[in-house]
């Protein structure tokens, strides 16, 4: 699953974007080096639970269906850990008390559940939403069974997984804002490479899950159309990209013989 990433540089002494292809990683940390040479570290904004969202939509696309109902699932259960650290955040609890807490039941999801389900009754006064038994049941015949999912099945699971998310996402957002943000800027500072001098310049990905818009999202079905669409103009741009890097290399390689 590749993005383009535009090199800070060339950004603030040109004026002009100049994007160079990026593999998504485990980090969220990308250092790229664009085709004037210029280095840079770009950080990935969006959540650990939104980029897996992203990839099992990206899963769909490719046939790999199995994947997919995997990747929707870690989608979740990384939203819940995203939840318990804004609902503790909001509650005055450091980032170090968080993060000895987590480590506690950070290898057991059943564990992560019942904290999530909890703390969110204690702090709204209601039980969140979860997936139904049906779906967990699903889930489990997929991820634990070794069950193979048609392409019908994988998109309606992840519908499923989206009707839990958004308005839980979106109650967050709108009544735990500055806890939001305050983790948002915790887990940014914490990637920042250390030793590096330079600046490091963030990257918002158009992603299905997303909170910074007045528009809701198209359906699943429908973002599975927009991606498809955007590979394959991924596709068409790197070759350029690749060519122009092949044709400099071409120069320089004429300017040496001339030399000589």
């Not at 994988?154 to 499923?160: D, K, N």
């Not at 939001?180 to 940014?188: D, W």
């Not at 818009?213 to 394959?232: F, M």
Request: contains cysteine; aromatic residues 10%; hydrophobic residues 35%.
């Amino acid at each position: 699953m590749k993005m383009f990433l535009n090199c800070f540089e060339c950004q603030q002494t040109l004026g002009v974007p100049n994007p160079s292809t990026a593999e998504y990683n485990d980090s969220g940390v990308f250092h790229l080096t664009c085709s004037r040479g210029h280095q840079s570290v770009t950080v990935l904004q969006q959540n650990r639970s939104e980029l897996l969202f992203e990839i099992a939509c990206n899963a769909i696309n490719d046939g790999y269906y199995r994947e997919a109902v995997s990747s929707f699932t870690a989608s979740l259960e990384r939203f819940y850990e995203y939840a318990i650290h804004v609902i503790l955040k909001n509650g005055g609890t450091s980032q170090d008390v968080f993060k000895s807490c987590w480590k506690e039941i950070s290898n057991q999801s059943e564990r992560q559940l019942g904290a999530f389900i909890f703390l969110w009754a204690a702090s709204f006064g209601e039980k969140p939403g979860i997936l139904s038994n049906d779906w967990t049941s699903f889930r489990n015949k997929v991820v634990h069974k070794g069950g193979i999912p048609s392409k019908d099945e994988a998109i309606a699971f992840g519908e499923a997984v989206y009707q839990v998310m958004s308005p839980l996402r979106g109650r967050l957002s709108k009544e735990m804002a500055n806890a939001c943000q305050a983790v948002l800027f915790e887990t940014l500072h914490a990637l920042r490479p250390k030793g590096h001098q330079g600046p490091v310049a963030t990257a918002s990905m158009n992603f299905f899950l997303r909170d910074s818009t007045d528009q809701a999202p198209p359906s699943l079905r429908d973002h599975l159309g927009l991606l498809e669409k955007q590979a394959a103009m991924t596709r068409t741009l790197e070759t350029m990209l690749n060519g122009n890097l092949l044709g400099k290399q071409r120069n320089i390689t004429n300017k040496g013989d001339v030399a000589n």
